[in-house]
């Protein structure tokens, strides 16, 4: 059975600025700095438009035109397309959830 992290490496997103954004995300997952209940948690807040940051990773979606900033240890920063990034998310917790039976 894979693990949250394992589906979230396989499923990248085909949009370029999403899939940047995703590659922190990744790296989030894989140092332990957020888990898929704190996703979970982010996906509930970009959807009400409200940030949420974890352990020095960022999702800040107070950006003209529709943008998201992810950024990590606030050394490394990404903007992309906040609706486009939320699509993503909500696809591999619902394709996780699937998976594992919640």
């Known amino acids: 059975m894979k693990t949250f992290d394992e589906l979230a490496q396989e499923l990248k997103p085909a949009d ?7 590659e922190l995300v990744l ?4 140092i332990r700095m957020i888990s898929e209940r704190e996703l979970q948690d982010t996906l509930d ?8 940051g974890f352990n020095e990773i960022d ?14 240890l606030d ?18 917790l619902e394709r996780y959830k699937e998976y594992s039976g919640q």
Request: proline share 6%.
């Open 75 to 92: 050394y490394e920063e990404v903007f992309c397309s906040k609706k486009r990034f939320i699509e993503h998310l909500q696809m591999v």
């Open 16 to 22: 370029p600025d999403v899939s940047a954004a995703w």
């Open 59 to 72: 999702f800040d979606p107070h950006f003209p035109d529709g943008e998201l900033r992810v950024s990590l």
């Open 27 to 30: 790296i989030g997952l894989q």
């Open 45 to 52: 807040g970009l959807k009400q438009n409200v940030g949420k």
